[in-house]
């Protein structure tokens, strides 16, 4: 226990527990309820994961090792370990990529018949599940997110993903009856550390069902299950060049889609990035589509049943620590359930358990890198310094790795940072309303709209607030619900096109 860390996570007021200031709130939390909530460790084991030391490059069917000759540590972040050697790919790598999946689109893939090129992502989708708890094990050591998550949300998704894909690809004249739909060729694909195998999937499935070859580039700091990907793509005999994988930061994925050899570009991370590569693009003929950040607004009505959304709310911003575009990141309560809901999910918060991502019992696991802690802490800062009123978890912070203990702040105004931009970790910000209105208003102030939620238990008023909102993807008393068959996709500066669903595959084809 860093007691360093416990100062800066030590709850503002709670009426449950009040911590002496020289004393750890793990004692605090003792006193208050017992060890009622003190679970025995239920660690996964990893002894039988067999990580290699250095990883190379997925291109053209083959291992290669880099022309740049450099290579970059993935660490895990909840012990700070080092985990693996992966290749950082130069331009000219990324050029060889781009050129295999060019060689594999015209001499192979765009050569079988769509009931084969299916046949193979079955397979893709079948060693998933078979390989399951190794990907899982692998993903939360990597990224740091619970084996809770990886395991029963992460991989049973990327799985689901390719079988849902599989089963479009000999079908497109079905999924745009009356219309020629043709695939785009090479398409060049980015994406983030925060779901890092299920974006892969996310991304890789309908592109190959709509008959295009890839060149995937996995975030820096969760490159393992996307490697191991190319691993089950290697040994389901994909064509050579089909899909490639490429290791490496921002220079990396800047070399890729900007590479005047890839047809279409598909990026999910940051707004920023988001806004560069439509800069690199303008003027040019490539297709692309853009997942962004967001600030999802999760609305509670008086009516609401309120324990069931205690139970939405605390998921839908602290599952996965926070590192979710879609994370209902601002709470509007109605003004007259304010006091009752905030006392519940204090209490509530009170039993999350966080810590070794890999065991069973654990919430909360590691925030992925240092510097995603640095940034959370900054807007955490700020919205203290603003005035807001912080309460944070009391949860004991292990002494190595990232951690910040869930937080909720009240008080919170719309000009306040933490209202605004996107914290990306566990903190939620607490605004109330009054009107139906005033709530859509208030959930429509924000630069961004990728996801919302709504709870009451009047039909017509859900339906009549999701009409009114902003955002692609709404909830109604449940949140971060996913579906293959769902599309998912943003308003405003989350982005544009869809992924998911037959809308996914619009991403990847010409259709006339
Ligand atoms: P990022 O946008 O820099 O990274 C996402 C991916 O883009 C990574 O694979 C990265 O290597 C790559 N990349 C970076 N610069 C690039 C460039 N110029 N051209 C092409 N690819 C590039 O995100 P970062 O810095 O890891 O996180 C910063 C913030 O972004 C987070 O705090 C969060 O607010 C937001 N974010 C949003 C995500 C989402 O799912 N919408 C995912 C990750 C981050
Ligand atoms: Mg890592």
Redesign the pocket.
């Known amino acids: 226990m860093s007691t360093k860390e416990a100062a800066s996570t030590a709850p503002a007021t709670t009426a449950a527990a009040k911590p002496d200031a020289k004393r750890p709130e793990s004692k605090a939390i003792g006193m208050a309820f017992g060890d009622v909530w003190t679970y025995a460790p239920a660690p996964e084991a990893r002894d039988h994961i067999k990580l290699q030391a250095k990883y190379d490059l997925f291109i053209g069917g083959k291992w290669k090792a880099p022309e740049s000759k450099k290579y970059f540590d993935t660490i895990s972040p909840s012990t700070e370990e080092k985990l693996a050697e992966i290749a950082d790919a130069s331009a000219k790598d990324v050029d060889l990529a781009v050129q295999a999946a060019r060689t594999g689109y015209e001499k192979y893939w765009s050569k079988l018949r769509p009931l084969d090129r299916g046949k193979y992502l079955f397979r893709i989708a079948r060693a998933l599940q078979e390989k399951a708890r190794e990907l899982a094990i692998v993903e939360t050591m990597d990224g740091g997110k619970p084996i809770k998550e990886s395991r029963d949300v992460d991989v049973p998704l990327a799985a689901a993903h390719f079988f849902y894909y599989a089963g479009w690809a000999d079908k497109l004249e079905h999924a745009f009856p009356g219309r020629n739909a043709r695939a785009l060729g090479v398409a060049g694909q980015?994406?983030?550390?925060?779901f890092p195998l299920l974006m892969a999937a996310w991304k890789l499935a309908p592109a190959l069902a709509a008959g295009n070859t890839c060149v995937l580039?996995?975030?820096?700091t969760t490159p393992l299950t996307a490697l191991m990907l190319a691993q089950i793509i290697e040994e389901a005999d994909l064509p050579p060049g089909v899909v490639n994988i490429v290791t490496g930061?921002?220079a990396?994925?800047?070399a890729?889609?900007g590479h005047p050899g890839v047809d279409k570009v598909a990026?999910?991370?940051?707004t920023?990035?988001g806004k560069?590569?439509q800069r690199a693009l303008a003027g040019t003929q490539k297709k692309l589509t853009l997942?962004?950040?967001?600030k999802a607004a999760n609305i509670v009505f008086a009516d609401a049943a309120l324990d069931q959304a205690v139970e939405g709310i605390i998921g839908g911003i602290f599952f996965n620590q926070g590192h979710v575009?879609c994370a209902g990141s601002r709470l509007l309560v109605e003004e007259g359930i304010h006091e009752v809901l905030i006392r519940k999910l204090k209490d509530r918060m009170a039993t999350i358990r966080l810590g070794d991502p890999l065991d069973k019992n654990t919430d909360i696991g590691a925030i992925n890198s240092r510097?995603?802690l640095d940034?959370i802490r900054g807007l955490v800062a700020a919205g203290e310094a603003e005035g807001a009123t912080r309460f944070s978890a009391p949860c004991v912070i292990p002494d190595r790795g990232y951690w910040f203990a869930p937080t909720l702040f009240t008080g919170v105004s719309q000009s306040h940072r933490i209202a605004r931009e996107?914290i990306?970790g566990p903190v939620l910000s607490v605004l109330t309303f009054r009107t139906p209105e005033e709530a859509v208003e208030k959930a429509n102030n924000t630069m961004y709209g990728l996801s919302a939620g709504i709870w009451t238990e009047k039909g017509a008023k859900s339906f009549w607030v999701a009409q009114r909102l902003r955002a692609g993807v709404i909830w109604a008393n449940t949140f971060n619900k996913f579906d293959p068959s769902s599309p998912f996709g943003g308003y405003k500066e989350s982005g544009f096109g869809r992924e998911g669903g037959r809308q996914g595959l619009l991403a990847y084809l010409e259709v006339d």
Do not use: H, R
């Open positions: 980015v994406i983030p550390w925060n580039k996995p975030a820096e930061a921002g990396t994925g800047a890729l889609v990026f999910t991370g940051s920023d990035v560069k590569i997942e962004l950040g967001g575009c510097m995603q940034k996107e990306f």
